[in-house]
């Protein structure tokens, strides 16, 4: 079985929890799960920056599955080193040193995550 890369460990754990959880066809559930996805869609603010917005606040609330969500879909939106950097600084800057941690985990994913998309695009620079 070939090794799976950061993102593939993520989709599959993921993906597997979301199925548990839909599967107890509990309507609160269906509500937040509605709620959340749709949070982050086009409107006043770009979809872009509040991905950078769930990033920061995924750091704060030490969340590091939340983390490398939002650091794929600022990938996928375009987000630059320098933008993840200062969404990621914001937050260590409201959190404190308990972000420090997910703060080392954050930058190690991210270097991931864009060599896995550059290697997916050629559209990412990095």
């Known amino acids: 079985m070939k090794d799976m890369n950061i993102l593939e460990e993520y989709h599959e754990r993921r993906n597997r929890g979301n199925e548990k959880i839909s599967s107890q066809n509990f309507l609160p559930y269906n509500r ?3 709620l959340d996805s749709r949070a982050y ?3 006043e603010i770009p979809s872009r920056y509040k991905e950078l917005i769930g990033l ?3 750091a704060v609330m030490r969340c590091n599955d939340c983390i490398l969500y939002h650091l794929e879909r600022c990938i996928e939106q375009g987000c630059t080193p320098g933008e ?3 969404a ?3 937050a260590q ?3 404190g040193s308990i ?3 997910h703060l080392r985990y954050a930058i190690e994913s991210a270097d991931e995550v864009f ?3 550059l290697q997916a695009t050629d559209n990412i620079q990095y």
Do not use: H, Y
């Open 32 to 34: 937040f799960f509605a």
């Open 41 to 43: 869609d086009e409107g």
């Open 115 to 117: 060599k896995i998309k």
């Open 88 to 90: 990621l600084n914001i």
């Open 93 to 95: 800057v409201i959190g």
């Open 99 to 101: 972000v420090i941690p």
């Open 84 to 86: 993840i950097n200062e």
């Open 56 to 58: 920061c606040c995924s």
